[in-house]
């Protein structure tokens, strides 16, 4: 299973993007007036970049709300959701690729969300340690040991079927916090990302 990111996303949103600054072209031209750069930057962020990242932010919370349901009742059922609702939020910030600037760069968002290639051994350390894990202890991880790819290693197995996958989180609290406490941290990255571009905070759409 795997949800790298792909050209295609990108080509997609520069599809969006060329649409936009030929409708802010003609607009102009009927008008008998040139529109700024910066107005065609303002016109794609709040057109483009802030629904994408505000869907990636709703996703993020979608997918706490499903581990809070697995956390309580442990199921099959609920494990599945919990990896549904991880699929959505890659896919929705897969689709914010053709913007990885701004903000995600300038506050080294993208590490903390979708350092790849993920590596195992790094997550490992993580499971094995007995430092308690909490929004500090995530915190002060680099990123092979947060975000997305991360979550994706502790959700899935290919080498288990989902009784046995479930019965690990079942057996090993230590799994469990920390996949809850990574969800936390990607809902707070997100929700970050999305006010860094957001014209009421820093403003990177202009």
Not at 32 to 59: C, K, M, W
Not at 125 to 152: F, M, N, Q
Not at 168 to 178: A, K
């Amino acid at each position: 299973m795997k949800y790298r990111t792909t050209a295609i996303y990108s080509l997609i949103l520069g599809v969006l993007f060329i649409g936009l600054f030929l409708g802010c072209s003609n607009s102009s031209d009927s008008a008998g007036s040139s529109l700024r750069a910066s107005t065609y930057l303002s016109r794609i962020g709040n057109r483009v970049i802030l629904p994408s990242l505000q869907t990636f932010s709703d996703e993020t919370l979608a997918l706490n709300s499903r581990l809070i349901e697995f956390k309580t009742t442990p199921t099959i059922t609920n494990l599945t959701a919990v990896q549904n609702a991880w699929k959505k939020s890659m896919k929705s910030f897969q689709y914010t690729f053709a913007f990885q600037f701004g903000p995600v760069e300038d506050d080294r968002l993208l590490p903390k969300i979708n350092f790849w290639p993920k590596r195992a051994s790094s997550i490992e350390t993580v499971l094995s340690d007995t430092k308690p894990i909490d929004a500090a202890y995530i915190a002060s991880l680099g990123g092979v040991k947060r975000g997305l790819p991360v979550l994706e290693y502790l959700l899935f197995d290919p080498t288990l079927d989902s009784a046995t996958l479930l019965q690990r989180f079942i057996d090993t609290p230590r799994l469990m916090e920390y996949t809850e406490h990574l969800i936390e941290d990607l809902v707070s990255l997100s929700s970050t990302l999305l006010k860094s571009w957001d014209t009421g905070n820093y403003n990177y759409v202009g």
